[in-house]
């Protein structure tokens, strides 16, 4: 597969505060979409960070989702113990409340995305600097309306 287009939507300034530069959306072979990829700047340069989202359990007592780190169920009000999450999501990193949604399977393709991402942004982060600019990161899907 070959990435057709790279979307990228600048965001905050460069105030120190937030490592997080822009977001990120790409197109394969113009048939598939895989947005929300954030581009954070590190102390080794730029990393790419795959669409990801929190980890989730059932209550014990309502079985509603809750998040993990949460202490109560935010559907029926009762406490959860960590015990309880513990014993729920065993196997999983402790510490890990993140899941990646999708993500590149092998080194080669990482480095493609990484690649082509980190140069999409360099050049909106040159058009940003022109007069008039303006963003087309939320006109991707507007001939689709």
């Given at each position: 597969m070959k990435i057709t287009d790279v979307r990228?939507?600048?965001?905050?300034g460069d105030s120190g505060r937030s490592r997080l530069r822009a977001f990120c959306t790409l197109i394969f072979d113009n048939a598939f979409?895989?947005?929300?990829?954030?581009?954070l700047?590190?102390?080794q340069g730029y990393f790419v960070a795959m669409p990801s989202r929190k980890i989730t359990f059932?209550?014990?007592?309502?079985?509603?989702?809750?998040?993990?780190?949460?202490?109560y169920c935010s559907s029926c009000g009762?406490?959860?113990?960590?015990?309880?999450?513990?014993?729920?999501?065993?196997?999983?990193?402790?510490?890990?409340q993140f899941v990646d949604i999708v993500h590149p399977i092998n080194t080669a393709s990482r480095e493609?995305?990484?690649?082509?991402?980190?140069e999409a942004y360099r050049r909106e982060l040159e058009r940003a600097a022109?007069?008039?600019?303006?963003?087309?990161?939320?006109?991707?899907?507007?001939a689709d309306l």
């Amino acid at each position: 597969m070959k990435i057709t287009d790279v979307r990228i939507k600048l965001v905050g300034g460069d105030s120190g505060r937030s490592r997080l530069r822009a977001f990120c959306t790409l197109i394969f072979d113009n048939a598939f979409v895989v947005t929300d990829l954030k581009i954070l700047e590190g102390d080794q340069g730029y990393f790419v960070a795959m669409p990801s989202r929190k980890i989730t359990f059932h209550c014990p007592y309502c079985r509603h989702k809750v998040i993990v780190g949460s202490n109560y169920c935010s559907s029926c009000g009762e406490s959860v113990s960590n015990a309880e999450v513990a014993r729920m999501l065993a196997g999983l990193n402790p510490s890990k409340q993140f899941v990646d949604i999708v993500h590149p399977i092998n080194t080669a393709s990482r480095e493609y995305i990484h690649n082509a991402v980190v140069e999409a942004y360099r050049r909106e982060l040159e058009r940003a600097a022109l007069p008039g600019y303006v963003s087309n990161y939320d006109d991707m899907f507007a001939a689709d309306l």
